[in-house]
């Protein structure tokens, strides 16, 4: 529209707000300040293992729980695996998973003590 067109206006007769949609986080507050734990750096690459999967026979129970967290940090897309489309895949070949860019915004605001 130019300037001297009718300009679009929303009216609304409401006495207070209203909650379109109540959704819960994907990643708990506690949860993602442990971000810098497993990547010192943006840009690093955590290193994975099949001890990490917990459906295989010999797995550790420590690093399954970690690789829980890991699972939901992919969830939230803040983290990816590298050269492989799923986390299973990169624990059994031995692969890395690094933060997405969205991953390493957070990672900042925990570092700066923001979040």
Same mark, same amino acid.
């Given at each position: 529209?130019? !300037?001297?067109?009718?300009?679009p206006? &929303?009216?609304?007769s409401? /006495?207070?707000?209203r909650?379109?949609r109540?959704a819960?986080?994907a990643?708990?507050d506690? *949860?993602l +300040?442990?971000?810098?734990v497993y &990547? !010192? /750096?943006a840009?690093?690459? =955590?290193?994975l293992? *099949?001890? =990490?999967e917990?459906? #295989?026979?010999?797995?550790? @129970?420590?690093?399954?729980k970690? &690789?829980a967290?890991?699972q939901k940090?992919r969830g939230?897309?803040?983290? *990816? !695996? #590298?050269? /492989? @489309?799923?986390m299973y =895949?990169?624990?059994?070949? +031995?692969?890395?998973?690094r933060l /997405?860019p969205?991953?390493?915004a957070y990672w ?6 923001k &979040?």
């Open positions: 529209m130019t !300037p001297w067109d009718q300009r206006l &929303f009216r609304s409401v /006495t207070g707000l909650h379109l109540r819960k986080h990643i708990s506690d *949860e +300040r442990q971000i810098p &990547f !010192p /750096t840009d690093h690459d =955590y290193k293992n *099949e001890r =990490y917990p459906t #295989i026979k010999d797995h550790d @129970p420590a690093l399954a970690i &690789f967290l890991l940090f939230a897309r803040l983290l *990816e !695996p #590298i050269d /492989t @489309p799923h =895949y990169a624990a059994i070949d +031995r692969k890395s998973c /997405t969205l991953g390493q900042q605001q925990v570092r700066n003590k &979040f």
